[in-house]
């Protein structure tokens, strides 16, 4: 019962991290469709800051539905727990004063909203890795086009499930015209006054 559950003080508080760590914690949100690139251009931003000196870590969706949300399906009702779990995945890695890297298709407004409200007062960075789908399934990383195009897959963004584009992205990538090193510059621009 919640009513008996009491929220535990931890000694070392995020002001002490931080200045351990020598910067704020930050949230870098990807957002994209599947293929788009949030996972190339999440990891070249990610080794630039690790290159710096920077302590960062990077959740990616792939792997996070390979672990601790096995149990989630591609339904309106799993994607949203999902977020939810990731909003409080990445609160835990923000307290812990990092700069953390969350690449998720995240297809909702609402659940990337929820985020940026979970986070509350850690700096949330909008990302929108704008790719169209027609290049998306071109490319086709992964085969998962080509099987939701036979039926195989039900529930594919952007063939048979919603995506919502972010209305004022803080940044927005067009891949199609944009290289990975030009977006990375862009980003590490935008968020180092930040940290
Ligand atoms: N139906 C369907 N729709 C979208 N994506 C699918 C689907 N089925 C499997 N995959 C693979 O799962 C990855 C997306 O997981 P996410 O947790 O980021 O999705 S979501 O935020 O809950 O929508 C996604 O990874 P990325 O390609 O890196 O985006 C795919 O590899
Ligand atoms: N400008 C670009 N930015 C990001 N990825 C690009 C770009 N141009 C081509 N790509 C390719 O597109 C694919 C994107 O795949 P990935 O990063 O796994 O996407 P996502 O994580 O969104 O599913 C990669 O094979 C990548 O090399």
Not at 114 to 119: E, P
Request: with cysteine; charged share 30%; aromatic share 8%.
């Amino acid at each position: 019962m919640d009513d008996n559950i009491f929220l535990q003080a931890y000694q070392v508080s995020r002001k002490d991290r931080q200045k351990s760590n020598g910067h704020k914690p930050l949230l870098i949100w990807f957002t994209g469709l599947s293929g788009s690139g949030k996972s190339t251009i999440a990891n070249a931003v990610e080794t630039k800051l690790f290159q710096e000196g920077i302590k960062t870590y990077c959740l990616d969706g792939d792997n996070i539905r390979k672990g601790i949300n096995s149990d989630l399906t591609f339904s309106p009702a799993d994607r949203n727990e999902n977020m939810r779990r990731i909003g409080e995945i990445a609160n835990l890695m923000l307290d812990a004063g990092l700069v953390t890297l969350a690449a998720f298709v995240s297809p909702y407004k609402k659940d990337r909203l929820k985020i940026k409200n979970i986070v509350k007062d850690v700096n949330f960075v909008e990302v929108y890795i704008n790719t169209s789908i027609e290049e998306c399934e071109n490319r086709d990383v992964k085969g998962l086009y080509k099987k939701a195009r036979a039926g195989e897959i039900k529930n594919m963004t952007g063939i048979s499930a919603p995506y919502e584009a972010p209305d004022y992205p803080d940044i927005e990538i067009l891949t199609e015209f944009e290289t990975v090193d030009e977006a990375v510059v862009r980003i590490i621009d935008y968020i180092m006054p930040k940290l």
